[in-house]
């Protein structure tokens, strides 16, 4: 728990009324009670088909419920993991395009909070 001890803490401080889309849907259920969309578009293929469209901008699902009003809930660690094993020879760029629509509200150590 204590890998994921500041952005827990951080989702436990959002209104009652937030609704999160999360990498880690599980985690944040068992430690807060808040209940997350799953991220599904969060994969090596859907990242890929979308390399060059922000999060946000797409016609996915995830990109609508981002549009109105979802928060992106994302653990960094993971992040890294998955944008350097996508796209291993210019991942830091690849997820610089991801997040280019997407504002911290609250960064962490361990994660961060976007809208």
Known sequence: MTRFLELIREITRLPGESRLISNQAA???LY???YPYEFPGFTCDALKARSETPFGAGDSADDQGY??????AL???DVDFLFSFCFPKDWPAR????FSRSTPVVTT???DLYR
């Open 32 to 34: 807060t009670g808040k």
């Open 27 to 29: 985690l944040i259920l």
């Open 67 to 72: 549009r109105e009003g979802k928060i992106l």
């Open 75 to 77: 653990f960094q660690e």
């Open 109 to 111: 150590s361990d994660g």
């Open 95 to 98: 997820e610089l395009t991801f």
